[in-house]
């Protein structure tokens, strides 16, 4: 049993005031595998006034040594990449080899900050005015329970390259990671109270964050429901806000394509990081006069996907993270055939050797339309949906219906004609023929996806405020 019962304000290990603890379970096994203490309220405001002391002096370090602490904390993070891979598996349920990176992505962030601070402009005349990038003050960073260590390394590296100290709120399902993460971050040696992590939920915690006159700034990476909520109150502060949120992300196959060569990249945008990634391409639009031709090969090639234990390498799906999310992925599936939907293959229920496990057997649905729910909302899970369309055109409309527009795919021959649609698709992502990431490129959503962007310049600037001075020299 996991216990863990300290959280951390100023630099120190310290035990919450706060005596509520909440169960961690492997979702592999449904156990429970050990407890979290989470703070409260005075936890929290203790944590926003350590970071409230600790602005002034951070606030004004040089590039050179905020360089020099982010450079200590990748060095401490990847020095505990084994440990938190031990971490994701055990409470998240990652496949250990395809979700590798959720465990090299912590420090892999943290680096690309390092790359984007090197060059970032803090300083520059604009006519009569030199522009200053000051930093905003202390943020609330808050995260959600997939890739919580990386949501709080990038969060947490991008603040403190802007000159900000910081109040981590992780997701209270992912205590081991954040352990992890806590355990690394002290051995990096920052200065006291410029970072402080508390473990607590949502409506307590997170509540002081989006209420507090301290917090300056929110980064908020979860669902659209409490960002909303999150963007409401702040409001009353004027907080800044930085919301990463849900997606229904479109992957637009063209009629050119070649379906077998694009399977993969199709199954991977679409079943990443178990079903549970806000940029999943989970509405597949296909060319009706090639329907038929598609769903056989997709149908082929989901029967090769294992969903399973995540400690084998051959495993694809893992399990989803809780038992309300396998709910939830169940009562989509339900819905989708309730709709008219054809499901192509998977369903209801738990794949056939594993009844213990929130598994979900991978599932695509076909010939439906984007009015219906399983189109409209985010699922959250391997559940995809195969949506006909006629012509470019076409494409373009259904893929833009949508509340959403995180990330979009487009896979076609034409590299003209699909750069053409990306320019169309209202999404703050459009890849096409390829899943990379590049990191230094800004990364967020149009429409209910989100607010502002993350990562290099724009991820940084997002934790500044310009102020314009100018000087009449003549006076
Ligand atoms: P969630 O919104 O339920 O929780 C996210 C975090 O917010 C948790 O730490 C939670 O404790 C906290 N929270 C809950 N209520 C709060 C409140 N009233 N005030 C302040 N904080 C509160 O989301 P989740 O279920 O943990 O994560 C899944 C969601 O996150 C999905 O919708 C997914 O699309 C989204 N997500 C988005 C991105 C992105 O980059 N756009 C990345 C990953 C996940």
Redesign the pocket.
């Known amino acids: 049993m996991n216990c863990i019962e300290q959280i951390y304000i100023n630099g120190k290990f310290v035990t919450p005031l706060g005596n509520e603890w909440a169960n961690l379970y492997n979702p592999s096994t449904e156990q429970v595998i050990g407890q979290v203490r989470l703070g409260n309220k005075q936890d929290a405001q203790n944590a926003i006034a350590a970071a409230h002391a600790a602005f002034p002096a951070w606030s004004q370090t040089t590039r050179e040594e905020r360089l020099a602490a982010l450079k200590r904390m990748h060095q401490a993070i990847i020095a505990r990449e084994d440990e938190l891979m031990e971490a994701i598996l055990l409470e998240y349920g990652a496949p250990a080899v395809k979700g590798r990176w959720m465990a090299t992505y912590p420090a892999d962030a943290i680096a690309q900050v390092i790359d984007a601070l090197k060059s970032f402009v803090f300083e520059e005349q604009i006519g009569s005015a030199k522009v200053i990038q000051t930093p905003v003050g202390v943020a609330g960073l808050?995260?959600?329970?997939?890739?919580n260590a990386g949501?709080i390394c990038n969060k947490l590296a991008t603040a403190l390259a802007a000159g900000c100290t910081a109040l981590i709120?992780?997701?209270?399902?992912s205590a081991l990671q954040t352990q992890v993460v806590i355990e690394a971050l002290h051995e990096a040696n920052l200065p006291s109270g410029v970072f402080n992590i508390v473990n607590?939920?949502?409506?307590i915690?997170?509540?002081e964050?989006?209420n507090n006159t301290q917090i300056a700034k929110i980064s908020?990476?979860?669902?659209?429901?409490?960002?909303q909520?999150?963007l409401t109150?702040g409001a009353t502060t004027m907080k800044r806000i930085t919301l990463?949120?849900?997606?229904k992300s479109p992957t637009i196959v063209l009629d050119d394509a070649d379906f077998k060569m694009i399977m993969p990249l199709i199954l991977n945008a679409g079943f990443a990081n178990s079903g549970?990634?806000?940029?999943a391409g989970t509405r597949i639009l296909v060319p009706q006069s090639r329907l038929q031709e598609f769903e056989q090969l997709a149908k082929h090639a989901v029967m090769q996907i294992k969903s399973g234990n995540p400690y084998l390498a051959d495993t694809d799906i893992g399990p989803m993270v809780s038992e309300k999310?396998w709910q939830r992925v169940q009562n989509y599936i339900r819905l989708g055939q309730e709709e008219g939907a054809t499901l192509l293959i998977g369903g209801l229920g738990k794949p056939n050797d594993l009844q213990t496990g929130w598994f979900v057997k991978p599932t695509l649905f076909t010939r439906a339309n984007n009015q219906m729910r399983i189109a409209r909302e985010?699922i959250?899970g391997p559940v995809l949906t195969i949506i006909p369309y006629d012509g470019d055109e076409d494409a373009i409309t259904i893929a833009n219906d949508t509340d959403y527009g995180?990330s979009a795919l487009i896979l076609g021959t034409d590299t003209v004609r699909c750069e053409r649609i990306a320019r169309k698709i209202n999404a703050g992502r459009v890849l096409i023929n390829s899943l990379v990431n590049e990191p230094l490129a800004p990364?967020?959503?149009f429409k209910h996806?989100?607010l502002g962007r993350?990562n290099g310049r724009w991820g940084i600037n997002a934790y500044l405020e310009p102020k314009a001075i100018i000087l009449q020299e003549n006076y």
């Not at 808050?142 to 890739?147: F, R």
């Not at 990463?244 to 997606?247: M, Q, R, S, V």
């Not at 549970?276 to 940029?279: H, P, T, W």
């Open positions: 808050i995260t959600p329970w997939n890739s949501f709120k992780p997701s209270e399902m607590g939920r949502g409506d915690v997170g509540e964050i989006a908020f990476t979860g669902s659209t429901t409490v960002g909520h999150l109150v990463e949120l849900g997606g549970q990634a806000c940029i999310q985010e959250f995180l990364f967020g959503g996806s989100g993350e």
